[in-house]
Antibody, heavy 119, light 111 residues
């Protein structure tokens, strides 16, 4: 059974860079059939897609976050990572990693990790 | 690009059917058969219920069905059960610039 697990600091200071890693177990991240994505959910609000990456390194980002987002993949560790720079309180959210099919449905999700931006 | 439009809330009694709509544009919902639906219980990760407009992943009850007409997609839940009470989100591919867009979410209450 495929499992995804987010990890990283739960508290980030304003203007700094948020960094999270998603570890994939029970399957290989090196599949051309799937991309690996990040989705976030501010407290009490809806879901927002951040971006996705294929194992080859091809990336796709939300236009509204593109200038601040970097997603990378480490196939040797079966992990992919998110970096979001110049964070503000508006970036406070639960961050999920997920596997996405070729038609962009997300069939496996991590449990989510709350990241709070505060000094 | 704005979020897809969903009703804030819907409700139904056990055994009844409810339909949740998801309205977009010809650039997203209307332009591609790549609409998915997610169920989210409080404090939990979203769960994929429908993909590619009307396909059900393994393990999802056939009480859940999806459809699309023009720029509006719909999720229908028949034979409502108490455990169906949750938030539901639609999602669509929106082209090679925006890529993925979500709806604002609908809270389903089982009366």
């Amino acid at each position: 059974q495929l499992q995804l697990q987010e990890s990283g600091p739960g508290l980030v200071k304003p203007s700094e860079t948020l960094s999270l890693t998603c570890t994939v177990s029970g399957g290989s991240i090196s599949s051309s059939s799937y991309s690996w994505g990040w989705i976030r959910q501010p407290p009490g609000k809806g879901l927002e897609w951040i971006g996705s990456i294929y194992y080859s390194g091809s990336t796709y980002y939300s236009p509204s976050l593109k200038s601040r987002v970097t997603i990378s993949v480490d196939t040797s560790k079966n992990q992919f990572s998110l970096k979001l720079s110049s964070v503000t309180a508006a970036d406070t959210a639960v961050y999920y990693c997920a596997r996405q099919s070729g038609t962009w449905g997300s069939d496996y999700w991590g449990q989510g990790t709350l990241v709070t931006v505060s000094s | 690009q704005s979020a897809l439009t969903q009703p804030r809330s819907v409700s139904g009694s056990p055994g009844q059917s409810v339909t949740i709509s998801c309205t977009g544009t010809s650039s997203d919902v209307g332009g591609y058969n790549y609409v998915s639906w997610y169920q989210q219980h409080p404090g939990k990760a979203p769960k994929l219920m429908i993909y590619d407009v009307n396909k059900r992943p393994s393990g999802v009850p056939d009480r859940f069905s999806g459809s699309k007409s023009g720029n509006t997609a719909s999720l229908t839940i028949s034979g409502l059960q108490a455990e169906d009470e949750a938030d539901y989100y639609c999602c669509s591919f929106a082209g090679s610039y925006t890529f993925v867009i979500f709806g604002g979410g609908t809270k389903l209450t089982v009366l």
